[in-house]
């Protein structure tokens, strides 16, 4: 079973996505992707979604269905690049992420709050290496008093030079 989620991307100006060399004409257009690996996938870690755009059709062969297949990233840029969408594709998808009311319950015992994930996929946020990203959803004085229990936890052992 294939589950796919069909999205709408307006274009106000014509446009194109690389790897395709037709200049795509400005207007609405279907996006289908598929949201899971396809059934008796050898190795579903390695799949990535696929994401495929309904085409118009041409004035030349006006029966003719095309679609295609394009990367997240690309059509998030084609969008960016156009006045008319308001906000990247991967924002939409984001902000559907963060309705679903099993990811809320999951951020909520995780201690995030939707304002801290937008922040992190904002790209915003660079954390050094090392650093613990699920300290964001934790206050100050619960940051403070896992410090002194790790620190209580190490007393007495050799320090690393």
């Not at 030349?60 to 679609?67: M, S, W």
């Not at 959803?137 to 936890?153: D, I, N, P």
Request: net charge negative.
């Amino acid at each position: 079973m294939t589950l796919t989620k069909t999205t709408i991307a307006t274009f106000e100006h014509p446009f194109s996505v690389p790897g395709f060399d037709e200049m795509l004409p400005a207007g609405a257009y279907e996006i289908d992707t598929e949201q899971c690996a396809p059934p008796g996938r050898l190795d579903p870690e390695a799949w990535k979604a696929s994401v495929f755009m309904k085409l118009h059709t041409r004035e030349t062969h006006p029966g003719l269905a095309r679609v295609l297949a394009v990367s997240l990233a690309d059509l998030d840029r084609a969008r960016a690049r156009d006045t008319a969408t308001g906000k990247a594709l991967t924002d939409t998808f984001l902000e559907e992420m963060l309705g679903d009311p099993l990811v809320l319950l999951v951020m909520q015992a995780d201690g995030f709050s939707a304002a801290q994930i937008r922040h992190i996929y904002s790209g915003a946020f660079n954390a050094p290496d090392g650093d613990d990203v699920r300290g964001l959803g934790k206050s100050t004085k619960t940051r403070q008093y896992e410090a002194s229990v790790r620190a209580a936890e190490n007393e007495g052992m050799p320090v690393a030079t």
